[in-house]
């Protein structure tokens, strides 16, 4: 039987880091197919920007200006959320911070802040979320890992080991949170053009398109169609999974 295109109708999407980039990208695909957008993002008026654009664009979407390492402003914020568009059914863990700092210059503060940014804030979010998914008997929940767990790229190891962090522990909560109708996946991208990475990093696409089968510039968008399949009622039968979203890179 043919699948129904994925549709997000009577949906709600929380989508943390939302202002701009893959968040961003990520909220127009699914507000596209009918889904409400709760923007979460530190810049409120970036964030507010964001979701009047959804809106003008024809969609329904609210921002939250909310720190995602902060536990009490987490759980108030999806408590607002809930209260003012009902409960969740899908969540996108995409904050994330990935300053590069050599190993050697890398003290533990700034550990900590890239950990807690990319593994305590997916964890707490997680945490908001998944019991009002869990008592509704349905749920998406999809974070973020990074090629550069697998490449093992210089300067960025705190944000590896984030990153690592949170592929093994969406694992271990898809297979909590499996027989409750919740799926959680992991996401994967390679080296994409977001607003971060051309600012800073431009110039490592002339070493990572090379590796790939695919000879371009990986794009917001290219992430945001894979997460909204992960999303959608068709994706009922994925979960636990790490999916590699890079042009089919080659790391050696």
């Known amino acids: 039987m043919m699948a129904q295109s994925m549709d997000f109708n009577g949906q709600t999407a929380i989508i943390t880091g939302a202002a701009r980039g893959i968040g961003y990208a990520t909220a127009q695909r699914l507000s596209s197919s009918g889904a409400t957008i709760a923007i979460l993002d530190r810049d409120g008026t970036a964030a507010e920007t964001a979701a009047s654009s959804l809106t003008a664009s024809g969609g329904r979407a609210f921002a939250w200006t909310v720190d995602v390492t902060d536990e009490h402003e987490v759980g108030l914020c999806v408590e607002e ?46 945490r908001a979320v998944y019991p009002l998914m869990k008592a509704a008997g349905y749920g998406r929940i999809i974070n973020f890992a990074s090629a550069v767990v697998l490449i093992g790229l210089q300067n ?17 909560l898809a297979t909590e949170a499996g027989p409750h109708g919740v799926t959680v996946n992991v996401v994967s991208p390679g080296l994409v053009a977001s607003e971060g990475v051309m600012t800073a990093l431009e110039s490592l696409f002339e070493h990572t398109i090379p590796t790939q089968a695919v000879k371009r510039r990986g794009e917001p968008d290219d992430i945001a169609h894979c997460i909204a399949y992960l999303a959608s009622r068709e994706a009922s039968f994925i979960t636990g999974q790490m999916v590699n979203v890079d042009g089919g890179a080659r790391y050696n």
């Open 81 to 126: 959320i809930t209260g003012k568009l009902g409960t969740p059914q899908i969540l996108v863990n995409n904050a994330g911070i990935y300053p590069h700092v050599p190993f050697e210059q890398l003290d533990f503060k700034t550990w900590r802040h890239i950990v807690g940014v990319n593994l305590d804030g997916t964890f707490l979010c997680c």
């Open 156 to 172: 960025v190891s705190a944000y590896a080991a984030a990153k690592a962090g949170v592929l093994g522990f969406s694992r271990v």
